[in-house]
């Protein structure tokens, strides 16, 4: 297959900034990150300044920024924690947007090589996804292989590729309760593939490590559901999981692919898991009621952007899981908001 | 949660290893360390009146075409002649739980370390964990040592459902269709890929039947690998047929289907010309099976997999029939299948068949 020629100034890699001192992050990804514009969001809710090293082409928000934007005292859109990202994402004009969690550095291929994340993001978003048959040598477009024997040539070209899911060497994202049980696992697998995620077959979406094509599926990536106790670590959070169910739906419905798979990261340990047990957990009971909504929701023929289909998408939320718990009603109106947000800030 | 076993049982009464041939089967030898605790059952292709030589040591019962015709009598025309698709009838008159089957041209392949790969070992493994057709998990199977399920991973689902089918890959040469072999002539799958993972409900998958096994008893009829070879306008499309009608009542009955682990050493490039020719008809028809099975239904009375597949064979008719005159007799032959199983598999039934028995 032909490379893809990315232009760098078509992507931006938006860093959402939970801790004060980015200085360890930055110089670690320094090599695979100075090409390109980096947009670094601030949460709101960290005290201290930031410690930015230099050299870098960047962009700095924080909550002023968002003040500005978002009207707090009448939005219940929170970009608290680990939302903090979507700010970015919503100032971003570039076509591609890769995000790692700043708790995550390079890690080593099985050869012992680091890993370009963001190189392995841009293949994956460039070239084509498969996902009405499922092929069994994984990605077709990968170096050294391709489509098997019977898989349909109508199908061959493939779609565009909407979302690309990376993985986690070391802490793997696992919730609260598998990684209190297993405090010592640790992910050593390397699996050195990329598969398309076939239509209709939801996903647990990570926003651990992930990158999308904003042009696509920008208005997807929204902050919509938070748990009542939602915390600074990745297991005391569902967000991205809701918004991936959202994004895979928008991708199935405007037939475009999502990936998982290559590039892994290295994600350092931070936190104890058995004291994010002792938090509630009606948050994460009340995802398991969302699974048969998102499995079955369906949308119109008239849904033909991103936004449309978030919009319809926000009305079944509304209308179906809004009535039997107020958390879902909020998520449908952070929805339209962010929608409407979404094009208020493009048409400035 | 997810448990990891620490060693996987031998099986070794209760899983047939399926092999057909037409030429010899010195590949056993390589195969030996792992294969000699195990039953084999060699479906003998080709002139019945050549010996196959197996190596000395090994458990077996061979069949030819005259065993063939003997024990099925006219329903012996369900199965192929001149064509590894005759394997099937192996999987008929196996009295086990699980079945392996694999290709005389496969090898022991060798993981990264260096290490020989116990395939049988691996689909045993396979066959044992649950599948998770549901909602796919990003660290792939999470039955595996070392993974789990990951955050966001419904935990209603976590149980997964019982597997049916382990299908697995092929290091070496890659089972690519006649176009791409005679563009990439040269090209061979170098790269080990570390997991299994389970093929998603609705999703189809093309089942190559070289490197595979299955639990005989939550599937076997549906693994009838059509008509194929002599006489027949079609070839290499046997694994596929039998994997797309298998998917789909696995999808029905609510059984799993995994693939990756384990690689074989695939060590015989066919001739891509030769396979063309087989290959052709299926290539464009292909193109009408695929919409087909993707949309079939079955109704909620095929509780089991024969009435499943009996149901698959009068859809065929009604909408291939129309596509090719061969979509009526494959039809037919389907039903001729379940018959002939469900004949030599009387429900409850016990004791080896008489004929086949190791010369």
Known sequence: ?348 | MAASRSSTPLLKDELDIVIPTIRNLDFLEMWRPFFQPYHLIIVQDGDPSKTIKVPDGFDYELYNRNDINKILGPKANCISFKDSACRCFGYMVSKKKYIFTIDDDCFVAKDPSGKEINALEQHIKNLLSPSTPFFFNTLYDPYCEGTDFVRGYPFSLREGVPTAVSHGLWLNIPDYDAPTQLVKPLERNTRYVDAVMTVPKGTLFPMCGMNLAFNRELIGPAMYFGLMGDGQPIGRYDDMWAGWCTKVICDHLGLGVKTGLPYIWHSKASNPFVNLKKEYKGIYWQEELIPFFQSVTLPKDCTTVQKCYVELSKQVKAKLGKVDDYFNKLADAMVTWIDAWDELNPSGSSGKLANGAAK
């Open chain 1, 1 to 348: 297959m032909s490379q893809v020629i990315i232009k760098d100034d078509e992507v931006d890699i938006v860093i959402g900034a939970l801790q004060s001192d980015l200085t360890s992050f930055m110089e670690a990804w320094r090599p695979m990150f100075s090409r390109f514009h980096l947009i670094i969001v601030k949460d709101p809710d960290l005290k201290e300044e930031l410690k930015v090293p230099g050299g870098f082409n960047l962009n700095l928000y924080t909550k002023s920024d968002m003040d500005k934007v978002v009207d707090s005292s009448s939005s219940t859109i929170s970009f608290s924690g680990y939302s903090c990202r979507y700010f970015g994402y919503l100032m971003s004009r570039k076509k591609y947007i890769i995000s790692i969690d700043d708790d995550c550095i390079p890690a080593k291929d099985s050869k012992g090589e680091l890993i370009d994340a963001v190189a392995q993001h841009i293949t994956n978003l460039t070239t084509p996804a498969t996902p009405f048959f499922f092929n069994t040598l994984y990605d077709p477009f990968s170096e050294g292989t391709d489509f098997v024997r019977g898989y349909p040539f109508s199908l061959r070209s493939g779609v565009e590729c909407g979302l690309s899911c990376g993985l986690w060497l070391n802490l793997a994202d696992y919730d609260a309760p598998t990684q209190a049980l297993k405090p010592s696992a640790r992910n050593s697998r390397y699996v050195d593939a990329v598969l398309t995620v076939p239509a209709r077959t939801m996903l647990p979406l990570s926003g651990i490590n992930i990158a999308f094509n904003n042009e696509l599926v920008g208005p997807t990536l929204l902050p919509a559901f938070r748990l009542a106790k939602e915390g600074k670590f990745r297991w005391e959070t569902v967000e991205d999981i809701w918004t991936g169910m959202c994004a895979k739906v928008v991708c199935d419905h405007l037939r475009l692919g999502v990936k998982s798979g290559l590039p892994y990261v290295w994600r350092q340990e931070r936190g104890n898991a058995v004291e994010s047990l002792k938090k509630e957990w009606e948050g994460v009971q009340l995802m398991e009621e969302v699974v048969p909504f998102f499995q079955s929701v369906r949308l119109s023929e008239a849904a033909v952007t991103a936004e449309d289909c978030i919009a319809e998408i926000a009305a079944s939320v509304k209308e179906q899981l809004g009535r039997s718990n107020p958390m879902f009603a909020r998520a449908a109106e952070n929805m339209v908001e962010w929608i409407k947000l979404w094009k208020q800030v493009r048409s400035l």
